[in-house]
C-alpha cells in the first residue's frame, strides 16, 4: 500500500517518497525538497550538505556542524600566518598618515 500526502509518498517499509523533477537553475538543475523532509532532518536554508553519487543514486547528507578544537585554530592561524599573501607583516597598509610610530 502507498500512501500520497502532496507529492510525498510513504511505501510499505515506512521510507517516505517524493517524486520530483529536475528544472533548471542557472547553468545547473535543482530538485525542490519538501519542507516536510527538511524539518524532520532539521536542515534549513543555507546548511552545508554533503552529495554523493553511488551508482544510479544521489544521496545527500547533512553536514556535522563541529567546532574545532583550540589545536586546530592555532594550526589555521599559523597556516595562515606561513602564507605571505596571509601575513600581516606582508600586508600593505599605506603610508603613515598622523602621528603613527612604527618600529
Not at 67 to 93: L, T
Amino acid at each position: 500500500m502507498t500512501i500520497c500526502i502532496n507529492n510525498v509518498y510513504t511505501n510499505n517499509e515506512g521510507e517516505r517518497l517524493m517524486e520530483a523533477r529536475l528544472q533548471k537553475w542557472g547553468n545547473s538543475d535543482g530538485i525542490r525538497i519538501p519542507s516536510s523532509f527538511l524539518k524532520s532532518l532539521n536542515l534549513r536554508t543555507n546548511d552545508k550538505v554533503d552529495i554523493v553519487q553511488e551508482k544510479d543514486k544521489i544521496i545527500i547528507t547533512k553536514q556535522e556542524k563541529r567546532h574545532k578544537i583550540f589545536e586546530e585554530r592555532i594550526a589555521m592561524y599559523e597556516s595562515s600566518n606561513n602564507n605571505e599573501k596571509g601575513s600581516i607583516e606582508s600586508y600593505d597598509w599605506g603610508e603613515d598618515l598622523g602621528k603613527e610610530i612604527i618600529e
